[in-house]
């Protein structure tokens, strides 16, 4: 089992900047991909970022390349995803997420084995 628990999730202003963590526990990490989603109201869950546990690769969605750095400390077995430039459309809630890596199933949502409980950000015009 792993508990995933997600932070730094509140209110900033256009353009502005948030980091949200994701602290693991539980079993070990290294074969896993630790990713970033996130829910807007009536819409779908959506890949953000993820980072493979072993080696630190790094993806991306098109609409947040540029704009959000997703990173790991491994001593704290935590990801974070760094958030700049943020506009209103980013607002959402933020969750992580953990798999076994595969490489087809980076933005599939339903290929996660574990979850944190989501962390809300709400960007104001």
């Known amino acids: 089992q792993v508990q995933l628990v997600e932070s730094g999730g509140g209110l900033v202003q256009a353009g502005g900047s948030r980091r949200l963590s994701c602290a693991g526990s539980g079993r070990t990490l290294s074969s896993y991909i630790m990713s970033w989603f996130r829910q807007a109201p009536g819409k779908e869950r959506e890949f953000m970022a993820g980072?493979?546990?072993?080696?630190?690769?790094?993806y991306y969605a098109d609409s947040v390349k540029g704009r959000f750095t997703v990173s790991r400390d491994s001593a704290k077995n935590t990801v974070y995803l760094q958030m700049n430039s943020l506009q209103p459309e980013d607002t959402a809630l933020y969750y992580c997420?953990?798999?076994?890596?595969?490489?087809?199933?980076?933005?599939?949502?339903?290929?996660?084995?574990?979850w944190g409980q989501g962390t809300q950000v709400t960007v104001s015009s």
């Open positions: 980072i493979l546990w072993n080696g630190g690769r790094t």
């Open positions: 997420a953990a798999g076994v890596w595969r490489s087809w199933m980076l933005s599939q949502s339903r290929q996660y084995d574990y």
